[in-house]
């Protein structure tokens, strides 16, 4: 059932993932139970002759406990799911942990401009290199991710990072991430952005410490 | 104001055939007039919807029954990108603003309030067929952007600032202009409809006829209709905004020019989630009505789903930004906002256990508008419970803007306007065209919808897990994404076998008109006040306006004859003591 | 069939059809107006010095005067409103017309007001205070306009008499209050555009 997910390699994608199965499971027995019961209903109340239906109208408070407790069950089980996912999701968006590596991923119709800041770890200075589409990261590293949009919203997309965070032009938006495992993953853009949306594919990759290490010597090479 | 000169309207017997069904000032003309148009809009963005699907199931091949647009709109049968956002985003607007709308407020809500609350017409009848030729020039709008230069919006249905802000993003420029316009008609006409619903139902009920005593479809297209005023204003301004933008060239919501993008969020949802119950009340409303009559029994919890609904409707004002975890706004408001959209499934829970509670009990007859009812209510609830995974902000953060977002909606929207408006199509026909529907027909249609609707929606939770995003071109650009494809195909070869599923309907519906079997005046032994009318329904709806004397639901009261008991008829003896 | 003159045939209230259509029309425009005050004062609360800059350059003297033009106009309308309950048809017709002309001097100042600003070099692209600017001033102008078109045309009945007759019942009431609500709206926009820099 769960095989459906991409794979996850980001630390808090367990955590996304763990919620969504908590809600599944929670609303998926009750979803069961109501379409059983009214099955159940429509079966064993189907018109049968001289029976007659029963009046009940409804609207004194025993009756109504049929239908109030079981609200107060749903009310009971959504306050369990909002409260389990508020951790996760502060985990994702809330405050950031002290990042290793920055990087600047600036998206434009469609494209994916990605700024490394070089040695220095500044922007903005003379060793910065430009690079489009290609996001290469270490891996077991918290990564910041500075956001920003040259035209139109777009969305930094990143399944098997569970990661996704909307692109607005004239602000910067900071995402993070540590991955778990190395390899070469899909950036999408989540976000209608005009006619080329869905051209707008970029790339991860993720490497380990010495591939990192070559990567860097060759874009920086020792001066 | 001018409006209350309508009561000087004469009435008389040889109106010339314009004022009698074109011009014409009478609810029951003017309803009929909104179900053929949102029929007609309804069958335009089907089409769009199977454009889309094939484009996704076999991208960039040629659409069989696409050969015809011209060039540079598609390439013989071949749809650009252009054009399929285009379809995209008008298939979305239509079906939501020229369909949901129109079929179960503007036919249903004109057909029958004025006759469930047992009043000669509306409160202001002149401006009720204003409504209707502002929605007729709005959807003439919708469907006239299609053949200007640069094509229809393309923005989405949610049309987000700045990519719908400035022509240069999208390149499409008098066709979103015109969607706007379009949609301020459509706002115009809808907030006229909802003076004379609420006004009516205020100033004109029957004798005896009390605010408790109204059918709950009254209750829902009159909370619907103020729902739908007390939202729609803020976004008239922002799209007022927005036509500035495009056309004058200010800034409002163009960072370059010091405006800001995420407003126009905040106003399109502020009115997005109203909207949604705008569109969902009256179709769950004709189930209120549909359920009792079918299991011969009382609407379980009358006014606690009276309340319930008003408790949805105000919280329905505080959960805007749940569509906008990810915006970039304020993570701190995500928490608040996540709790009051969790609450709003408590209200809902309630109506869903009542109508289940209504069952109960009951003598059901399979009529095709109980199946369509029951239809309803099972399908309904897959989008209610779906909606829980979508207001979980860190489970959002991974499906906003994939198909699982796309499926919920349409679990919610469907059911709603399309399973609730055949529900009340096939049980109010006989009453506004004086002919019952085939019943074999019916079934062949509900069955067949059902099972298609189910199958292109529900493996759409499973594209939606696989991280799918939604208005996506060209799914096959991504690798991750190819091993689903085989999906896509599936779901487009059901969402054709629902397209064509409609076809025992429209045969249904024409060939019953014109030579279905008469029907009588209460073909189903129903309570309300439509029932206690003739059929056809004489021009001013009564002879004698009736006295109510009791609700609208007393089916199967002990210690009587008959399971049901008309609303302008006294109990027998038996039955009060 | 409809409207005040069959109300008996129906239970329920006496509430006159007419005035709830009113009422419900204002409450629509309360929430498009309030729509448009509530993304200027979020605007206006996100950007601080340049905004306050701008603003300085509208004449709150001449906006003063115009507040003064059309709360006077409410109470004239006002007067208009009870000398028809009291079936003064003389008086009424007077406060009619001077109500309408009010509103024609609230047009014309700030038509001059307009032009003056234009040749300044302030036009709705010169920032986002004048766009905010030009656009609510702009369409509450186009309000009071229709205001004065409703009150002219209640003038014009007056003055032929067709306005006592039964089925004009309620009309000036309702102009009235309508008219309010402009007012209303103009007390709003008053301290928001021109006093808060």
């Known amino acids: 059932m769960f095989d459906w997910f991409p794979k996850n390699i980001s630390t808090f994608g367990g955590d996304i993932d763990y919620v969504f199965k908590l809600i599944f499971y929670i609303v998926g027995i009750g979803f069961l139970l109501g379409e059983l019961a009214i099955l159940f209903f429509v079966v064993q109340f189907r018109r049968r002759d001289g029976q007659k239906a029963k009046y009940i109208s409804g609207d004194k408070w025993p009756q109504l406990g049929w239908i109030l407790i079981p609200t107060v069950l749903v009310l009971f089980l959504d306050l369990w799911i909002d409260f389990a996912g508020a951790k996760a999701y502060d985990a994702v968006k809330g405050e950031m942990p002290v990042h290793d590596v920055i990087v600047e991923v600036s998206s434009k119709q469609y494209n994916w401009i990605i700024t490394y800041p070089g040695p220095d770890g500044v922007f903005a200075t003379a060793d910065d290199i430009t690079k489009e589409n290609d996001l290469h990261v270490p891996v077991n590293k918290v990564i910041k991710v500075v956001l920003k949009s040259q035209d139109v919203i777009h969305s930094f997309f990143v399944p098997v990072l569970r990661l996704k965070q909307d692109i607005l032009p004239g602000r910067t938006t900071d995402v993070w991430f540590e991955a778990t495992e190395t390899g070469k993953y899909e950036i999408a853009c989540a976000e209608l952005c005009g006619y080329g949306h869905y051209t707008m594919r970029g790339f991860l990759h993720i490497h380990s410490e010495e591939e990192y290490a070559a990567w860097l010597a060759q874009i920086w090479p020792a001066e | 104001m001018a409006e209350q000169a309508t009561s000087e309207v004469q009435h008389t017997e040889q109106m010339s055939f314009v004022r009698k069904y074109i011009f014409s000032v009478d609810h029951k003309v003017i309803g009929k007039q909104y179900l053929f148009l949102s029929l007609f809009m309804a069958l335009v963005a089907g089409t769009m919807a199977y454009y889309v699907r094939w484009q996704l199931a076999w991208p960039e091949t040629a659409v069989p029954g696409a050969g015809w647009i011209p060039e540079p709109t598609a390439f013989s049968g071949i749809i650009p990108p252009e054009f399929y956002n285009a379809l995209v985003t008008m298939h979305g607007t239509i079906m939501v603003f020229f369909v949901g709308m129109p079929l179960l407020l503007g036919a249903f809500g004109n057909y029958l309030l004025p006759l469930m609350v047992g009043a000669r017409d509306m409160a202001f009848p002149r401006l009720n067929m204003m409504s209707f030729w502002t929605i007729f020039t709005a959807s003439l709008c919708m469907i006239a952007s299609f053949f200007v230069e640069g094509g229809s919006a393309a923005a989405g249905w949610t049309g987000y600032a700045p990519l719908s802000a400035d022509p240069i993003y999208t390149g499409v420029t008098w066709g979103l202009n015109l969607w706007i316009i379009g949609l301020a008609l459509e706002f115009t006409s809808f907030l006229m409809g909802g003076i004379n619903f609420l006004t009516t139902t205020v100033t004109m009920r029957a004798p005896g006829m009390t605010m408790l005593r109204l059918p709950l479809m009254v209750w829902m297209q009159i909370t619907a209709a103020v ?348 039955a009060v003591a | 069939m409809s409207g005040a003159s069959t109300v008996t045939e129906y239970q329920a209230t006496h509430t006159v059809p007419g005035r709830m259509g009113v009422w419900w029309f204002l409450a629509s425009e309360i929430m498009v107006f309030g729509g448009f005050l509530a993304v200027y004062i979020l605007y206006r609360m996100a950007s601080h010095g340049a905004w306050a800059a701008m603003a300085e350059h509208v004449s709150a003297p001449i906006g003063t005067f115009n507040t003064v033009v059309l709360l006077t106009s409410s109470l004239t309308m006002v007067k208009a409103f009870e000398a028809v309950d009291k079936d003064a048809r003389d008086k009424a017709r007077n406060y009619l017309l001077i109500t309408v002309l009010l509103g024609v001097a609230f047009l014309c100042v700030k038509g001059f007001e307009y032009s003056h600003e234009i040749s300044m070099g302030f036009t709705p692209l010169s920032g986002s205070f004048w766009s905010f600017y030009y656009v609510l001033t702009g369409l509450h102008g186009l309000h009071v306009l229709a205001g004065i078109i409703a009150n002219f045309c209640l003038y014009i009945m007056a003055v032929r008499g067709t306005l006592w007759s039964k089925n004009c019942q309620g009309r000036v009431e309702f102009a009235g209050l309508y008219w309010h609500l402009v007012d209303v709206i103009w007390i709003f926009l008053f301290p928001l555009l021109y006093l808060s820099y």
């Open chain 2, 227 to 574: 729902l739908f005023m007390l939202s729609v204003g803020p976004l008239v301004a922002g799209a007022i905004l927005l036509l500035l933008d495009r056309t004058v060239g200010t800034g409002f919501f163009l960072p370059g020019k010091g405006g800001d993008p995420l407003l126009w969020q905040h106003l399109f949802w502020f009115f997005g989630h109203p909207e949604v119950y705008v569109v969902l009340l009256p179709g769950i409303g004709a189930v209120m009505e549909i359920l009792p009559v079918f299991s011969r029994k009382p609407i379980f919890g009358y006014r606690t789903i009276i309340w319930s609904t008003m408790v949805a409707g105000v919280l329905s004002f505080l959960v805007w930004a749940h569509h906008m975890y990810v915006s970039g706004m304020d993570p701190n408001l995500v928490m608040p906002f996540s709790i009051t959209t969790i609450l709003i499934s408590v209200p809902f829970a309630v109506i869903i256990f009542a109508f289940m509670a209504t069952l109960w009990g009951g003598s059901i007859e399979f009529k095709t508008p109980m199946l369509y009812a029951i239809g309803t209510v099972t399908t309904f609830i897959i989008g209610g419970v779906t909606g829980i995974f979508n207001g979980s902000p860190p489970v959002d953060i991974f499906i906003h803007d994939t198909y699982f977002v796309v499926s919920h909606f349409h679990f919610t929207l469907f059911p709603s306007v399309f399973l609730g408006g055949f529900a009340a199509l096939y049980f109010w026909f006989p009453k506004m065209f004086g002919k019952m529907m085939n019943e074999t027909l019916g079934k062949i249609h509900f069955w067949w919808t059902m099972i298609c609707f189910n199958l292109v929606f529900i493996p759409m939770f499973v594209l939606g897990m696989g991280g799918h995003m939604r208005r996506i071109y060209n799914p096959m650009q991504y690798d991750f994404l190819k091993p689903m494809q085989g999906i896509n195909q599936f779901i487009t070869y059901s969402a054709i076998l629902l397209l064509l599923g409609q076809i025992p309907f429209i045969v249904n519906f024409f060939w019953s008109m014109f030579g279905g079997k008469k029907a009588g005046d209460n073909p189903w032994n129903a309570n309300t006040l439509e029932w206690a009318t003739t059929t056809p329904v004489p021009h001013e709806n009564f002879d004698t306006i009736p006295t109510v004397y009791h609700g609208p639901y007393d089916y199967s009261l002990p210690n009587q004859n008959e399971d049901w008991q008309p609303q302008h008829l006294e109990k027998e003896p038996a």
